[in-house]
């Protein structure tokens, strides 16, 4: 159990919905990752969170947004869903992202999307 | 733009059969390159971190070094349940701004028979 907590665990949807991923970063830690993984594609970057503040922007699109609340937990929006949207979405939390010596990221067992 | 290249995309062993798995890397000011697994369907689990050239790091059967623009992990003598994806990443920092990134290879999928 790597301490990050990401619900739901499974979500099926239609087309053009609009969904809400959780995430609960491990104790301790300030920053949140959270990426993209489909069946052929690697682990695609879409945006990071440190103690509340956007830090980097990766592939997101414009459908995409995300926040980071003050107690940490983050969520990810995906609205006007496409069927080339499904795929697993992973959140990573970290203590120290950078700029030197960056901490490792621990990853959650992530949200399945599914997109009808 | 940033570059994580893994080498090979796929590999299959014998049990016993020791190798190793590439990672090269083209980024501007890396800070460190980390070393996960990934089992079907899960989060990748964290394995190593490296920081600097001619760093070493071992665990089990498993020992990841790091040149200025290479990675290896290292497999000795593997078992089935070393099957797994295992992935590179590498974090580096955009000295012009305040904008830094993880970035993760497309992985190699090691297959170990028994």
């Known amino acids: 159990d790597s301490g990050v907590t990401q619900t739901p665990k499974h979500l099926i949807t239609a087309t053009g919905q609009r969904v809400t991923l959780r995430c609960s970063p491990r104790?301790?830690?300030?920053?949140v990752y959270w990426y993209q993984q489909s069946l052929d594609q690697g682990l695609q970057f879409l945006i990071q969170?440190?103690?509340?503040?956007?830090?980097a922007k990766g592939n997101i699109l414009e459908r995409f947004s995300a926040q980071q609340f003050p107690d940490l937990h983050s969520e990810l929006n995906l609205s006007s869903l496409e069927l080339g949207d499904s795929a697993l979405y992973f959140c990573a939390s970290s203590f120290s992202p950078g700029p030197s010596r960056p901490t490792e990221a621990f990853f959650g067992q992530g949200t399945r999307l599914t997109v009808v | 733009e940033d570059q994580v290249t893994q080498s090979p995309e796929a590999l299959r062993l014998q049990e016993g059969e020791s190798s190793s798995l590439n990672c090269s890397y083209t980024?501007?000011?890396?800070?460190?390159l980390f070393w996960y697994r990934q089992d079907p369907g899960k989060g990748p689990e964290f394995l190593f971190t490296l920081y600097s050239a001619g760093e070493e790091k071992e665990k089990e059967r498993l020992k990841a070094t790091l040149t200025k623009k290479e990675s290896f992990l290292h497999i000795t003598a593997p078992k089935p349940e070393d099957s797994a994806t295992y992935l590179c990443?590498?974090?580096?920092?955009?000295?012009?701004?305040?904008?830094?990134?993880?970035?993760f290879g497309k992985g190699t999928l090691l297959t170990v028979n028994p």
């Open positions: 980024v501007s000011g890396l800070r460190g």
């Open positions: 104790s301790g830690d300030l920053s």
């Open positions: 990443a590498v974090h580096s920092w955009n000295s012009g701004g305040s904008n830094y990134k993880l970035t």
């Open positions: 969170y440190y103690n509340g503040e956007e830090r």
